[in-house]
């Protein structure tokens, strides 16, 4: 069965740095879009960046400029670079992304289990 896995979360003093991992673990045809959210305690799940399959970017301007989204197609995996790390970005990170598991089956959108981010003061 595919999943996206995610790692790289964990604990940073503000202004440090961290990277965010997401692949699928099983195998598929196909990923198009691929974009990571961002939930904070008591708060709504928000798109922080996405990325199309020709490499196409946008950001929330919270994060832009400190924040920069990739992707190795070989790999078939996305990153999320996260410099000057701020309080505020404390939150669980989950990835998503559209896949195709076999030829001629349509997109389906699938979410990762969420990886913790938190950035002490």
């Known amino acids: 069965q595919v999943q996206l896995v995610e790692s790289g979360g964990g604990l940073v003093q503000a202004g440090g740095s961290l990277r965010l991992s997401c692949a699928p673990s099983?195998?598929?045809?196909?990923?198009?879009?691929m974009a990571w959210y961002r939930q904070a305690p008591g708060g709504q799940r928000e798109l922080v960046a996405i990325?199309?399959?020709?490499?196409?970017?946008n950001y929330a301007g919270s994060v832009k400029g400190r924040f920069t989204i990739s992707r190795d197609n070989a790999k078939k995996t996305v990153y999320l670079q996260m410099n000057s790390l701020k309080p505020e970005d404390t939150a669980v990170y989950y990835c998503?992304?559209?896949?195709?598991?076999?030829?001629?089956?349509?997109?389906?959108?699938?979410w990762g289990q969420g990886t913790q981010v938190t950035v002490s003061s």
């Open positions: 998503n992304a559209d896949l195709k598991k076999r030829i001629g089956q349509p997109l389906q959108n699938y």
């Open positions: 099983g195998s598929i045809f196909v990923i198009n879009t």
């Open positions: 990325i199309t399959d020709g490499g196409s970017t």
